[in-house]
């Protein structure tokens, strides 16, 4: 930029870079974030139209009534606890997949961590190829992998170990397999990124100091492990809680997630505002999450 | 109106011919089920026509409809079921293209000049048509042969129990068990609707999965004995599989057609209205017949359908199972509400 320009000329061009810089920033903030939760919020209290979409000059609370009460034909309420098991057995597989994904993953990263430079880049590299392929296809290959006459049972069959195909797939089993098998880079990265900083010399000196493996692992590893291990585990548990084509393809479409539920409302029951009330649902659960999440965070923020 | 099998082949399909849609002069971009439209077909019109074509693909008419209402997508034709085209009509989505008047209208069979939303044939003009009902594989069934009821579906004998499959789609499902029980299939009264319900209950312990993708290789690998099936689909087992019997169950069998139509801010309007007056010319009504497995309207088809279509009872239907089919019903919200309500309680 000339230099010789007068200052009110450079007080412009440096709101307009700074504009130029911040700007996509919010537009995509705004475009992408805030105005679909209007849209959301907006459509969730109407009433439905019966052919898709809502009716606009209508208002009405029956979307979130919908959660726990039911309309009987005369127009009274009762109780109705078909969506809350259905919200509460996503929380539930989301839960386990977590725990799934830790139990693995934690070992994966520690194995990931301790190895020289050049094999960690290759094997950081490895852990993400599984996103070069599409979601669907992955499904899909578990269930040639799974079902009654797919390779595991087959090759189970043809040992001899077993003499009828196990029941693999179409249940909560195939579900919890394909979101672990799904999320589980996402549980390993952060914590191999949390654990890759760690001092060897802190291990060693733990030695040193007659400490055995169990001990080492709990009080050195372990702590410097945590806030990998937080951030991994709310990276998995909010997407698995909104999960679709899982439980759809390996569970057979024989119980749904949240994901589904909303699905079902846009397609074929064609509720608008009761998967957009479902949406906010969903959401407040994620928040809930992430809340629980910063509040655990913050003291440990103090004390480093 | 009903989705195909390998959603794969119809996203490498869709992908391929978007990637390959450079811009020229007239195009023609389709909006369709995936492996609902033979690619041959595509060639034999850019050929004709020097019309440059390309589809997308929809993976329920949900999306279609939505993607419509949320302003187009720039698409010319497309595919939809009566119900979704009724709504299309309602909201002025679709264009009035004169289908009654155009040139090889003359070839459409007596029963489909006609539609329930569409009575003269303004908008839509027939594409494939076809049944819901069931298939099954003699050599796992006990005594290698059925009854031609929804009983064996709906209440298994023990040895077929765990081994059947359901189509999950809501209102087949609903329209099966209804006819099965002898209720209107647009009941608006909770009791039967409760009946409904306990029927889908008593079943889904013995029902191996619910799943619209994937029920032609699901028979044709032996997965399931039984599965509620398309006869088109069927007609496809039966390539792996030549003794599959697809059954027409004598309580009622849910027929249902799909049409063509053309958005009414379709981007090349007389394009799409020669693609659809193309489409009824029997040769390549019949070309889509032998790719989709799936019957067409235009008379004059037969004699270009392959041998293994015209023979085949789960595409050609024997005409003594005429009685047995129970077309499209509007329903009103108090009996959608009902099924919904039924559906969300069989999988929560």
Known sequence: MAVTENSVGQRRAAWRARAFLIGPAALAIGVFMVVPLLLMAWISIHERDFSGSVVWDSYSPEAYLRFIFERNLDDSLSWNFDYLSIILRSVWLSAITTALSLLVGFPTALFMATRSEKWRAILVFLVTIPFWTNLLVRNYAWILLLRDHGTINSFLLWTGIIGEPLPLLHNGFAVSVGLTYSFLPFMVLPIYASLEKLDPRLIEASFDLYANRVRTLWHIVLPAAKPGIIAGSILVFVPCLGSYVTPELLGGGKTMMIGNLIGLQFGAARNWPFGAALGFALLSLVLIAMTIYALKARPKAGSQ | ?348
């Open chain 2, 1 to 348: 109106m009903k989705k195909m099998s390998h959603i794969l082949g119809g996203l490498a399909l869709s992908v391929g011919l978007t990637l390959g849609g450079a811009a020229s002069a007239q195009e023609l971009h389709l909006y369709n089920w995936s492996n609902y439209f033979p690619p041959d077909l595509l060639k034999k019109y850019e050929a004709e026509t020097g019309v440059k074509v390309t589809i997308d693909n929809y993976a329920s008419e949900e999306d279609l409809l939505a993607k419509l209402q949320a302003g187009g997508g720039g698409y010319d034709v497309i595919f939809p079921g009566p119900t979704t085209l009724g709504t299309m009509i309602e909201k002025g989505l679709v264009a009035n293209i004169g289908v009654n008047k155009m040139e090889n209208f003359g070839n459409v069979l007596p029963p489909f000049q006609t539609l329930s939303v569409d009575a003269d044939r303004s908008y839509s003009a027939p594409y494939m048509w076809g049944t819901t009902g069931f298939t099954y594989d003699p050599a796992m069934v006990p005594g290698g042969e059925l009854e031609q009821s929804w009983k064996e579906l709906f209440e298994p004998r023990d040895e077929l129990k765990g081994n059947i499959a359901m189509l999950n789609e809501m209102s087949d499902v609903w329209n099966a068990a209804a006819y099965y029980l002898g209720v209107d299939k647009c009941t608006e009264d909770s009791g039967e609707a409760q009946k409904i319900l306990d029927l889908l209950m008593a079943q889904k312990p013995h029902v191996k999965v619910y799943s619209n993708d994937g029920t032609i290789d699901r028979m044709s690998a032996g997965e399931v004995a039984v599965h509620m099936q398309w006869n088109g689909a069927a007609h496809r087992v039966k390539k792996n599989k030549p003794d599959a019997v697809y059954v027409y169950p004598k309580e009622g069998v849910t027929f249902w057609t799909d049409t063509l139509a053309v958005p009414a801010n379709a981007p090349n309007m007389d394009a799409a209205k020669a693609f659809v007056n193309w489409m009824m010319d029997p040769e390549n009504a019949a070309i889509a017949s032998n790719y989709t497995g799936y019957s067409n309207a235009i008379r004059g088809s037969g004699e270009f359908l392959d041998a293994s279509l015209s023979s085949d009872p789960a595409v050609n239907m024997p005409e003594e199972y005429g009685e047995r089919l129970s077309g499209f019903k509007q329903c009103s919200p108090a009996s959608k509400q009902l099924r919904e309500r039924v559906w969300t309680k069989l999988k929560s």
